[in-house]
T-cell receptor, first 116, second 114 residues
């Protein structure tokens, strides 16, 4: 069975410092990996995805994520945090191949708080 | 503009009543999804559908039902069998049956059981 773990409920970072939001996954076969962001009382917005190719993926708003197959991780990073980055972040995974029937599983979310 | 419309935004239900949450998309997407969001538990998959007239149970399907009679519509019924239905419900769609495309989400429906 596929699963996603976000080990930190909350991450606190000072504005201008680098940030990392952690994600590990378990899936049969090659994974499709995603990061989404949610602002209060809203739906989720797509940030970036890894399907294949370069392990470092760049996405919206200056975010990037690194796929590490040996550690089954897909951590979200940003070199310099902004107060406006404060939100709830979700990692998601889907096994490749039609047999898994598009089942996309999300982690429990990590609340990112950037202090001025 | 293309997107996903969920209605109602807020819904109150008495215990023992069934309620139906609407989800409509004009993105011409094949796949549609329903997730439930509870504090500290993230998003949990209720049902998903890859094509019209076909859908599969997710991880927490008990107490819920869906239909997919039209490509653009994927309504969710919360039945009286769902023991703890108070939650934020999110509908999403994806262009690809294989799931490589990103999900587009609606703004959500908040259901409260009185």
């Amino acid at each position: 069975a596929q699963s996603v773990a976000q080990p930190e409920d909350q991450v606190n970072v000072a504005e201008g410092n680098p940030l990392t939001v952690k994600c590990t996954y378990s899936v049969s076969g090659n994974p499709y990996l995603f990061w989404y962001v949610q602002y209060p009382n809203r739906g989720l917005q797509f940030l970036l995805k890894y399907i294949t190719g370069d392990n470092l993926v760049k996405g919206s708003y200056g975010f990037e994520a690194e796929f590490n197959k040996s550690q089954t991780s897909f951590h979200l990073k940003k070199p310099s945090a902004l107060v406006s980055d404060s939100a709830l972040y979700f990692c998601a995974v889907r096994a490749s191949g039609y047999s898994s029937a598009s089942k996309i599983i999300f982690g429990s979310g990590t609340r990112l708080s950037i202090r001025p | 503009d293309g997107g996903i419309t969920q209605s109602p935004k807020y819904l109150f239900r008495k215990e023992g009543q069934n309620v139906t949450l609407s989800c409509e998309q004009n993105l011409n997407h094949d796949a549609m999804y329903w997730y439930r969001q509870d504090p500290g538990q993230g998003l949990r998959l209720i049902y998903y559908s890859q094509i019209v007239n076909d859908f599969q149970k997710g991880d927490i399907a008990e107490g819920y039902s869906v239909s997919r009679e039209k490509k653009e519509s994927f309504p969710l019924t919360v039945t009286s069998a769902q023991k703890n239905p108070t939650a934020f419900y999110l509908c999403a769609s994806s262009a690809s049956k294989t799931g490589a495309n990103v999900l587009t989400f609606g703004a959500g429906s908040r259901l409260t059981v009185l």
